[in-house]
């Protein structure tokens, strides 16, 4: 029986070179499939790149969700595009070699899934924040199941819905581009599938390390928000998210960013193409454990 095979694609700003290295060695090492390697400079020439993997050279650092689709891009222009989609953060890894064979196994028991969502953990393999599990009830890590978003730089996605929805949305430059993608996806008539038995590392980062951070969470938010959800449904959305934003941002710092975030999302929301998901796909969402509204 031939192995299943997976492009997976890579970004680089060419910052962590022994960390990048250690990460390829990683996906080089899975056993029992195919894989396509892409690594995508953003702005910048990559410098660790694995043997007879496609690079791309983007002019200018367009962001984690355009750079991810220059790679997705490249691999399909490349021929014999593969059936899935790995999106790999180029400090993660595998600590396992059977990793992505067993994804698509998982894979294969939920056809109605377009992503595969391994549990991302710490370098022990037991510490996962919060952040990292992607559903509401984040206090038991290890229980798999639906869920409607995803962690995105350890990502499983099917080649077809991801073309067919158009793969992650460029305009958000970096963060919530994995909730605007997992909503398209529903949209779509697709679920998403939480394998939690299968582990991948990644250093205990916090996303606020990021200068951007606070102004760019909270101005996708919104812009998200606007992008997907029913028009009555918007205001209770960011009025449940704006409370719990503001709270956590007044005693945690960055509440000078958050507000410009905001002012900066209100404004110019309406640059977003709004395409509002149906009532039914609210009830899959709600079922599948998130409603629209958190």
Request: aromatic fraction near 8%; charge should be positive; charged fraction near 20%.
């Amino acid at each position: 029986m031939p192995h299943p095979h997976i492009d997976v694609a890579v970004l680089t700003l060419n910052d962590r070179p022994a960390q990048e290295a250690a990460a390829q060695a990683t996906l080089l090492a899975q056993s029992d499939v195919g894989i396509r390697v892409v690594v995508v400079g953003n702005g910048c020439r990559p410098e660790v790149v694995p043997p007879d993997a496609l690079t791309v050279c983007l002019p200018e650092n367009v962001g984690i969700p355009g750079g991810r689709n220059a790679g997705a891009d490249a691999l399909r222009k490349a021929g014999g595009a593969a059936d899935w989609l790995f999106f790999l953060d180029n400090d993660a890894s595998f600590p396992q070699h059977d990793v992505l064979a067993r994804l698509v196994a998982e894979a294969e028991q939920h056809p109605e899934a377009a992503w595969m969502q391994p549990r991302l953990t710490g370098p022990d393999d037991a510490t996962t924040p919060r952040r990292w599990v992607p559903r509401l009830r984040a206090s038991d890590p290890g229980r798999p199941g639906r869920v409607t978003s995803m962690t995105e730089g350890v990502v499983m996605v099917r080649r077809d819905a991801f073309d067919a929805v158009g793969g992650w949305e460029n305009t958000l430059f970096l963060y919530h581009e994995g909730a605007d993608l997992g909503w398209r996806l529903y949209a779509a008539g697709w679920s998403g599938w939480y394998a939690a038995g299968i582990r991948m590392h990644h250093p205990l980062t916090a996303p606020a390390r990021h200068a951007l951070y606070h102004r760019l969470a909270a101005r996708n938010r919104i812009w998200i928000a606007y992008r997907n959800l029913p028009t009555l449904v918007v205001p209770l959305y960011l009025s449940v998210w704006t409370a719990i934003t503001l709270f956590r941002a007044a005693s945690g710092g960055g509440l000078g960013e958050t507000l410009r975030g905001m002012r900066e999302g209100w404004t110019t929301r309406r640059a977003q193409r709004h395409r509002p998901m149906s009532w039914r796909i609210v009830y899959r969402l709600t079922t599948a454990g998130r409603p629209p509204i958190v």
